[in-house]
């Protein structure tokens, strides 16, 4: 089963939530965290991970044999990003321009391409334990001033273990990054909040899991402020909302030390459990829907 | 000797552009400043590298020498690579720009005058027509 938390807007607690919902997992050892939000992967800093050495990610990027090179000018032709110049006597490769496709290499009438690696950041895995948990944890981290992240992403969640639960932490924003984040989850988290700027963006999201047929439950951050727009909404989309999180000065005085509040308060670990259950309910009843779904078509 | 001039719109009166990759058209001159050709740029509108781009369409349309405001790292590389002359610094018209050139008062480059990306800000004098950043 794979979880991920996700939110239009940047900054209203994905983090937050993914974090204490993993250290509230009551079973030990059963729990994968991934950080795909890898151009600024955090989430290490509460779950306190021991990392291996990082292994690099890269992508496939043309190298071109000049000896068998025609001049003919097809790979151009091919690549929409421009990454590839062909000149009279002379072709000239722009690696950081490349998405990796590999169409040029396919196309090139001579095989005059071969396709050489280009690191575009690290993966790190480790262990997170604790008496109450025991936790694989995954990030990548992409090298600044790379343009895409979406292949690092993908080489994270091929870390995924089905035999596991694993909860995935998104990028904010409802682009590329974050489409390759949360596709092929099975439930999804938006973590917003309740102003007209939380709800906007929100609906973003809501529109974007609608395109990837995955099932969304709300977690409303700083509940007591703002109004009750995200509640309409959600009444009026059908989409459930699994907690309210209110300003609370010890959640954030934690925080602010870099620690997981779940670790540190009966309350909040009872709160961050209910949402399992939540999770759980919700997930099951979407599952009976699919199935009914299929029943009536078949 | 073909030149390519850096242009807002098609003629002599046209104002010049300031940028390379993204600049609306190119009026091309032969040495003696007859206007040959006018052509719009076909990679304005590039997502992504559009000074490649547009390097390799001037490259194949046999130019010598560029007359451009700026000229971005990908793009001169580009030019470089086909040696492609480029003198920078132009400004006015077209016709102002040509007589610059003759009057040898622009300067002649090996690195880049901005860095990539330039074109889609607006480029300086170039005016805010490209693409939204």
Known sequence: MIIAVASGKGGTGKTTVSVNLALAFNQKEKLQFIDCDVEEPNAHIFVKPVFDSPETVSIPVPEINEGKCTYCGRCKEICVYNALAVLKENVLVFPELCHGCGGCAYFCPQEAIAEVPRGIGVMEKGTAKGSAFDIDFLHGRLTPGEAMSPPLINAVKNEIDSRKVAIIDAPPGTSCPVVAAVKESDFCLLVTEPTPFGLNDLDLAVQMLKKLDIPAGVIINRSDIGTNCVEDYCKQEGIPVLMHIPWDRELAELYAKGEAVVLHSAKWRDLFEKIWMRIFEVFDSEQLKTEKKEVDAG | ?133
């Open chain 2, 1 to 133: 000797m073909k030149i390519a001039i850096c242009s807002e719109g098609a003629g002599f009166d046209s104002a010049v552009d300031q940028r390379f990759g993204r600049c609306f058209h190119f009026v091309l001159v032969d040495s003696n400043g007859e206007k040959l050709e006018e052509i719009s740029n076909p990679s304005l509108g590039a997502s992504g590298g559009a000074g490649v781009q547009t390097a390799q369409f001037i490259a194949d349309k046999g130019v010598d020498v560029v007359l451009a405001g700026n000229i971005g790292p990908k793009a001169l590389a580009t030019l470089n690579a086909c040696n492609i002359k480029v003198y920078t610094g132009i400004s006015g018209t077209v016709a102002d720009a040509l007589s610059q050139y003759q009057q040898d008062k622009l300067t002649l480059v090996t690195n880049s005058t901005v860095s990539q990306h330039f074109g889609l800000r607006g480029g300086g004098g170039g005016g805010r027509r490209g693409g939204n950043f």
